[in-house]
Every structure is written in structure tokens, then in C-alpha cells.
């Protein structure tokens, strides 16, 4: 990949990454602002269904933050690899990641059919 194309995949993956962590800063300020003071019984939930539903709702906030944190992963991965040379290079078999496929998803580390298979 020539260095100019992977100058612009690099804002970008630098630019997912920025927002990525305002989420993950956001969910977890949303899951721990749930949780309430100890003591405060203004904000105690009086029916069970209330109960359940607040755990819902953190145990959501929860997978969210931990989602995120795997494509944050990712991203890191890509801006290694680029730093290396081998960005746009599939991990598994070695052949270029369409153009189109690393548009859609920056950090992709597998061709189309090696992806295809892990997820099998």
C-alpha cells in the first residue's frame, strides 16, 4: 500500500479511535452514575421491576463499554500495522484486503474469505 493511502486510513482509524474512547469514557460515567451514592434513598428503585430493570440497563452499558474496547483493540492493531508496512495485508493467507472492505472497516486485519471463516 502506498504510504499516501495509508496516511488517510490512518486519520481515520486515529479519528474512530478519539470517538471511540469519548463513548467508552461516556458509558461508563452513565453505568456508575446508575449505581447512585450509598444511602441515597431518593433514587432506591421501590419495585422489583425497577430493580431488574436498572441491572438490565448497567449489564447493556456494561457489554457496550466492552465492545467498544475489543474495536479499540483493533484499531491499535491497524495503526501498528501500518507503522509497519503490513496494513492492507490479510493476518491469515497474505493477500491484499479489498480497498472497499478496509473503507468499510479501517482496522479489518482479514481478507473477506478468512473473515468468513472465523466467524464459522
Do not use: W
Not at 456508575?32 to 421501590?46: A, H, T, V, W, Y
Not at 479501517?106 to 466467524?119: D, G, N
Amino acid at each position: 500500500m502506498k504510504k499516501t493511502e495509508a496516511k488517510v486510513y490512518k486519520q481515520q482509524l486515529l479519528n474512530l479511535r478519539a470517538r471511540l474512547r469519548g463513548d467508552v469514557s461516556h458509558l461508563a460515567e452513565s453505568a456508575l452514575k446508575n449505581n447512585g451514592e450509598i444511602g441515597d434513598f431518593s433514587r432506591m428503585p421501590i419495585h422489583m421491576a425497577d430493580i431488574g430493570s436498572d441491572n438490565y440497563e448497567q449489564e447493556f452499558t456494561l457489554s457496550l463499554m466492552e465492545n467498544d474496547e475489543g474495536t479499540l483493540d483493533a484499531i491499535e492493531h491497524a495503526l501498528l500495522r501500518i507503522e509497519e508496512g503490513s496494513y492492507g495485508v490479510c493476518e491469515e493467507c497474505s493477500a491484499k484486503i479489498p480497498k472497499l472492505r478496509l473503507a468499510a472497516i479501517p482496522y479489518a486485519a482479514l481478507c473477506v474469505k478468512c473473515a468468513a471463516k472465523h466467524e464459522k
